[in-house]
């Protein structure tokens, strides 16, 4: 919302011009229109939010819901309210703000009503944002010219500690657990609206595109930071050991979701059974936990999913497009039946494989705490480098010779071959990357979770996965994580609908092919 | 009868025709000659609504039909006989000539069947094979006759006479004449541009994306510039 | 020799129950190339618009020879109604987008529809009993048992397959389908509307699933919202084993996978539990050595 000042301090005339233009805007009579709109959505923030039930009803807990304090003070999605009514004054926020007052506002509402209370606030700011949408006009975003050395490292840990800010508010909006909060899943997603308004404004003033223009022109710095910042989340207000154990659970299954990435978003092969290779690496660590140790366990794991990459991945010489996912699904579907029945006593079949030791790197297990640092911190760090490391491979992959095989053999199988290029090698070694990593990650999920089932490794976790790869979008290096942090937190946040979940998966990647093919991040 | 005006067709970035005008008169035959890859194919692809032009405006009978989607447009009256003949080679010659009857509901589709058989009797001899063992002369009688099925008011061939032995050049081409002379309107495209301006009662020089010359038959043949382009 | 009878038996009747689905999948994939995943859930769905009719609309004690054609209707009518749905909205939008689009929606559907049913229908989270037909009476060969239902599916299974096969062959939209299999293009040129055919070959499907799904619950009188999966699966791999987009094809490889089916759960290493690796293992196989089936050309629908 300052990116004007942004544009006359490096005072290039361009932008500037059309920021002071947008400036004079705010007073014209076309932009009066969203007056009303931001009016109502502020009038509704401070309206009271329920009647009847609160605060002596049935869930005096919902008192968290600042349901009664107005005008005096206003927090929690109240504030962020206010805070979006008053950014859609600005000319080009009003349509991101007012989406996500509708959804803020909407949420709340429908939450109180399930409750049979009567919200006063609640129609009055969905109005408002209905009309901001509804008023507010789509433009092109400004491109701002990239800044010299001076201003980069300061604004680029400035977006790094922001973006640290949003992951941390994120993971604990709406606090652990239906059991001390029962509208955890409502704040949760109506923090999820307010994040969705802020990073839409954002973009909506092209600074977005400006961060992302600049970190990827100072690669090696914007890495460095973005690490540190990670690495600073146990400082965060998710600094405890129940966040660290979520965030490093995500981690497990982003590194998968990378390695699938590989074959889908690369390679355009469409694997339908990937869990396999999360779960050969985690049976395999699992078996080996008690005589060798963690390192030596994890390769193992990673060589033996890699070498069932190469076996699932060898039919593709043969076999193509539709009829390779069916392959892969069999495979899946082998693997699954296999492990539920114990298949030479190395799976525990139904009874799993309990007892795995945590991790224990010089005389340190990594359940424990270390110094001030929260217990999980070591598995969530160790997440982290391993998502670095899986996200550095991906990069470097996909603007190499071979990624770019990739790609021609994704875009024409065909037409590559003439090209020269050798598609069964190409292929098989998609697989043999992809399975790798995840076989590395089966290894850390076993020894994280301590006990390895069969029931983790079935097709609708291979879907998932799927499903995050592509609503990340395929192919992009950091989709894979942004898709596997959305489909992996949203069922921890939302166990009140854990029911509807496959359903909305399933719903989800109808929408996504149709509305928006190349994913939320796309290349 | 027919007329394209100012006709732009684009497959994604390549624009295939650019800036075609020409009109067809009831009766004639029309016919769009010029090198290959000039646009004359994707001109008739996009009248018989394959292709969905982005520029200019295609009028059958007074009425506009180039927003039409392809399986209304035969309905209307203009049937379209691709290039390469695209006959449905695993049916047989009989199910072959029941396509291009498809839309028709009246009672005159077996008399219309035995007029192709009488006109190219080889058919009605193999009428139970298989259009993909056909030679490549009778694929074209067959795809001439599974056209002329359809009773369509314009007829369109798209390089009748490709790949064909002379002698079947010159049957063919009798067949445009005569489906002519008993009231078919034709606009056709060819490469061999002597044989086609020679039948044609009007011309259309078609050249990268362009119509660049128009006039009766006989006199583009003898244009000095026809000739040296295109009749070496 | 009893039990090989008896198993032998029993692939027949799995068989030919999966034969129905397996045409669905290979009609679909002639005319428009899409693995139409979703297409084991239009039979799934059947089963579960048979079962309500049973429960909600026909009187209880209704005996089972008046039960069973409206039970037919019911569950005709949900397929029909499901696979519509699913064409209209889900795929036909996509014609002509990025290959994997249609793959992945089709996964996307199957999915949404499996847990529709299991979140909204009453208590099919567990399986639902389906009535039995014919009282549960049996056939008695010598030392082989064949219930009555199975009889059924047998005789019907190739009855409804044949008259598939006479209706593309002779009749007028058969003759437009076949021709939109091999050339959409040119078949838009004869004045055929690829959309209604697509719709057709959906609407085919999903009777012929409808009926499959009947006979399936009868027979095995047992129900659950991943039986469409499952079948669909073995269904698709018997429309690949047969060849795609042949109908006598599918029926060939549908019987195929229900000899493998119950010969490898008696006899094959494993035993049972065991005995649906023993079909993917042909699946894998197949695919990558004979991906053309048995009766398969590398064309459209064919007879």
């Known amino acids: 919302m300052t990116s004007t000042d942004t544009g006359s301090t490096t005072g290039v005339r361009g932008p500037v011009t059309r920021a002071r233009r947008s400036a004079r805007s705010v007073l014209s009579v076309r932009s009066v229109r969203r007056v009303p709109g931001a009016v109502l959505v502020l009038a509704g923030a401070l309206s009271p939010w329920a009647s009847v039930v609160l605060p002596g009803g049935a869930y005096p807990d919902l008192a968290t819901l600042h349901l009664f304090d107005a005008p005096h003070l206003v927090t929690g999605f109240r504030l962020h309210l206010v805070l979006l009514g008053l950014a859609a004054l600005l000319p080009r926020a009003a349509r991101p703000a007012g989406a996500g007052v509708l959804i803020i506002a909407f949420v709340h509402t429908a939450f109180l009503a399930a409750l049979g209370a009567v919200s006063f606030g609640g129609p009055v700011a969905l109005a408002g944002g209905a009309l901001l949408v509804w008023q507010g006009r789509r433009e092109p975003a400004p491109r701002w010219p990239l800044p010299g050395r001076a201003v980069v490292w300061p604004a680029l840990a400035a977006a790094f500690a922001g973006l640290l800010w949003l992951v941390s508010a994120t993971l604990t909006a709406g606090g652990q657990s239906r059991a001390t909060n029962p509208h955890g899943g409502a704040e949760f997603l109506a923090f999820l609206g307010f994040a969705v308004a802020l990073l839409g404004i954002l973009s909506a003033y092209g600074v977005l595109a400006w961060l992302s223009a600049l970190a990827e022109r100072h690669r090696t710095f914007s890495v460095a930071v973005l690490l540190g910042c990670a690495m600073l989340l146990p400082l965060t207000g998710a600094g405890t050991g129940y966040w660290m154990t979520v965030a490093s659970t995500i981690g497990v299954y982003a590194a998968t979701a990378i390695g699938l990435n590989i074959v889908v978003g690369l390679a355009g092969l469409l694997d339908l059974g990937y869990v396999a290779f999360l779960g050969i690496g985690a049976f395999t660590a699992a078996n080996l936990a008690h005589t060798v140790p963690f390192p030596v366990a994890a390769l193992a794991g990673a060589v033996a999913a890699g070498l069932l990459g190469v076996v699932v991945g060898a039919p593709t010489l043969r076999v193509r497009g539709d009829y390779l996912a069916i392959v892969t699904l069999a495979f899946g579907e082998i693997f699954f039946r296999a492990a539920q029945n114990d298949l030479g006593g190395l799976t525990g079949g139904a009874n799993s494989i309990p007892g795995i030791p945590p991790i224990t790197l010089f005389g340190q297990a990594f359940d424990r705490p270390v110094g001030a640092l929260p217990a999980g911190f070591l598995y969530y760090a160790l997440t982290v480098l391993m998502v670095a490391g899986a996200m550095a491979v991906l990069a470097n992959l996909k603007h190499s010779r071979t990624g770019r095989a990739w790609l021609a053999i994704s875009a024409d199988e065909d037409v590559a071959r003439a090209m020269g290029v050798h598609t069964g090698r190409a292929k098989i070694l998609a697989f043999l990357v992809g399975a790798t990593l995840a076989g590395l990650a089966g290894a850390v999920f076993a020894h994280k979770l301590g006990t390895v089932g069969y029931e983790s490794f079935d097709f609708s976790e291979s879907v998932t996965l799927l499903a995050a790869v592509i609503l990340g979008g395929m192919g992009t290096v950091p989709g894979a994580v942004v898709g596997a942090s959305l489909l992996f937190v949203l069922p921890e946040k939302l166990r009140e609908f854990s029911d509807y979940r496959l359903m909305l998966f399933g719903l989800a990647l109808i929408l996504i092919m149709r509305l928006r093919p190349k994913g939320l991040v796309s290349s | ?232 | 020799m009893a039990t090989l009878a008896q198993q032998l038996v029993n692939g027949l009747v799995l068989g030919a129950l999966i034969g129905l689905i397996a045409l669905g999948y290979t009609m679909v994939y002639g005319i428009v190339q899409l693995i139409n995943f979703a297409h084991g859930e239009v039979f799934m769905a059947g089963a579960f618009g048979a079962h309500f009719a049973y429960l909600r609309l026909l009187p209880a004690g209704t005996p089972w020879y008046l039960a069973l054609p409206v039970m037919t209707g019911a569950a005709v009518a949900v397929s029909v109604a499901v696979a519509v749905a699913m064409e209209r909205w889900a795929y036909r939008p996509l014609r002509g987008a990025h290959k994997l689009a249609p793959l992945i929606t089709a996964l996307g559907v199957s999915i949404l529809l499996q847990e529709v049913v299991r979140v909204f229908y009453p208590g099919a989270t567990a399986p639902l009993a389906f009535p039995r037909a014919f009282a549960g009476g049996s056939l008695t060969l010598g030392p082989v048992l064949v219930l009555w239902t199975g009889v059924l599916a047998v005789v019907v299974a190739p009855l409804l397959a044949t008259g598939l096969h006479l209706y593309v062959e002779r009749s007028r939209l058969g003759r437009a389908m076949r021709a939109t299999a091999q050339d959409p293009d040119t078949a838009r040129l004869m004045g055929i509307d690829p959309d209604r055919v697509v719709l057709a070959t959906f609407v085919i499907g999903a009777v012929l699933a409808g009926a499959g799904a009947v006979l399936y619950g009868v027979h095995y009188t047992q129900i659950d919202t991943a039986i469409g999966f499952q079948n669909g699966i073995f269904a698709f791999t018997a429309a690949v084993l047969g060849g795609i987009g042949s109908i006598r094809g599918a029926m060939l490889g549908a019987l195929c996978i229900g000899l493998v089916k119950s010969l490898a759960g008696q006899y094959a290493w494993g035993g049972a539990q065991y005995d649906y690796v023993w079909v993917f293992v042909l699946l894998i196989l197949v695919l990558m050595f004979r991906p053309q089936g048995f009766l398969g050309r590398p064309e459209g629908v064919r007879a």
């Open chain 2, 1 to 232: 009868m027919l007329e394209v005006e100012g006709l732009a067709v684009a497959y994604g970035a390549i624009e295939a025709v650019k800036d075609v005008t020409f009109t067809v008169e009831e009766g004639r035959i029309v016919c769009l000659v010029g090198t290959n890859g000039a646009g004359k194919t994707t001109t008739l692809r996009a009248v018989s609504g394959l292709l969905r032009p982005h520029r200019g405006e295609i009028r059958f009978l007074g009425r506009p039909i180039h927003h039409l989607p392809a399986h209304t447009v035969l309905a209307l009256g203009i049937a379209h006989c691709p290039e390469g003949r695209r006959l449905f080679t695993g049916m047989t010659v009989e199910e072959n000539l029941m396509l291009g009857a498809h839309l028709r509901r009246d009672s005159e589709i077996a008399k219309d069947m035995l007029r192709v058989y009488e006109l190219f009797p080889v058919l009605g001899e193999r009428q139970g094979q298989r259009a993909g063992l056909l030679s490549g002369g009778e694929q074209q009688m067959l795809a001439i006759g599974r056209a002329v099925m359809a009773r369509p008011k314009l007829l369109m061939f798209d390089e009748p006479t490709m790949g064909l032995a002379p002698i079947m050049i010159q049957r063919i081409l009798d067949t445009i004449a005569l489906l002519r002379d008993q009231g078919t309107t034709v606009l056709m495209v060819e490469q061999n541009a002597l044989a086609a301006l020679t039948l044609a009662d009007h011309g259309h020089v078609i050249d990268l994306g362009r119509t660049t010359l128009s006039g009766p038959g006989r006199e583009l043949l003898a244009d000095p510039r026809v000739r040296s382009a295109y009749l070496g």
